[in-house]
């Protein structure tokens, strides 16, 4: 069954839940998203009753905020456990810290972040939400210099947000260990058995040291041979200890130079946040990876890229670091942005004055012509925004 809220759903995620007839709980949130009356609604009564007596039920949100009706109905259940467990960084890290022993890690409380000295801190580290999405709020921390900087931003202040607190919740941080390698995005689940099913393995690329920002994530026939196997064996691990079976799941990690893997996090119940890593697969490669889950299906990595071998296939957020004010935005042109991209198959545009995002490109790009990517991913995106007079 799907649990649907906002802020976003996507076209291909409803075409999917209507062209399977999937269960979809008829939540006031899920029926203003989704007007179609002729899926398979259920009522919240038999969805709550059908989690409870049936814990192998699966199912599916396309976003965190739906983790409160979770929470409000079923609060005693293993997969709500399950859940709060992932979402909460610090709690996360205890879980694992059998298996991950030397990762150094602390949970603060807001207020007491400005009362941390140099001294007490070992350099470099990454301060962040124990609560968080979208990378808000998380700092990479190089020197003292640096550390100063983060605290003078880490305020109450700044963090104003329009997701609830059960999906970002700056009330604590979580302050660790950082962890050196590239950085890659997975979605997969855990089978009925607890078995690692790989639905789409990304490489997450920045544009410095100090970046966090979300710009660009790509996947390629390349990228998933390469990483398919050892990420299958890590998050098996991680599921073992948490238990988990017939659950999705959206993990981030980092691979070192040696091929160690450490876990940066594991978001519940979803793949990449507002419908873009799910749906990109389905709509660039092939395997639909909403249907795959429903379906117990493993892709064919084999033959998933017959033909598109030297593609790469990426997901761009167009988060606004023009240092503009949306207020101050009339408009984003999203066909200059197309001209300047390859093939740009699938853009979604967002209000920049209600969300903190101009929106998504999905794009295809030869594995020659990468400067493209790299190009947007430094970009400030000040040549696409129109101020107003």
Known sequence: MYLIDKPYVSDFLIDTIKENNYQIIATECAKELVTDASLNWISEEEAIATL?????????????NAL??????????????????????????????????????????????QEVVTEDLSFPFVIKPSIGFLSIGVYIVNDETEWIKAKREITSQNFKSI?????????????????????????????????VVLLNILHHVFSSGTDTSDRVYSTSKSIINQHKAGLEQFLSIIGNQLNLTNFPAHAEVRIDNNGTIVPIEINP????????????????????????????????????FKGKENKIFSIIVLDNNSGINPTDIAEFDYKKLANDLENPFLIRQLDINKYPLFGFVFTET?????????????????KYIIIKE
């Open 52 to 64: 409870k007596n049936n814990p192998s039920q699966r199912i599916y949100s396309n976003s965190e």
């Open 68 to 113: 409160g009706w979770i929470k409000e109905n079923i609060a005693e259940s293993e997969l709500s456990k399950q859940i709060n467990i992932l979402k909460n960084k610090a709690e996360f890290r205890e879980q694992i810290k059998a298996v991950f022993p030397d990762f150094k890690f602390q949970k603060i409380k807001l207020e007491n972040i």
């Open 163 to 195: 997701f609830p607190k059960n999906v970002l919740d700056t009330s604590y941080f979580i302050l660790e260990d950082f962890i050196e390698g590239e950085e890659y995005a997975i979605d997969y689940y855990h089978n009925e058995k607890g078995e």
């Open 269 to 304: 119940l979803r793949f990449g946040g507002w419908c873009t890593t799910g749906d990109l697969s389905g709509i660039a490669f092939g395997p639909n990876s909403y249907k795959y889950y429903f379906e117990n299906a493993c892709p064919n990595w084999d033959t998933i």
């Open 366 to 382: 030869n594995s020659k012509n990468k400067e493209e990517l790299y190009n947007i991913l430094n970009s400030d995106l000040r």
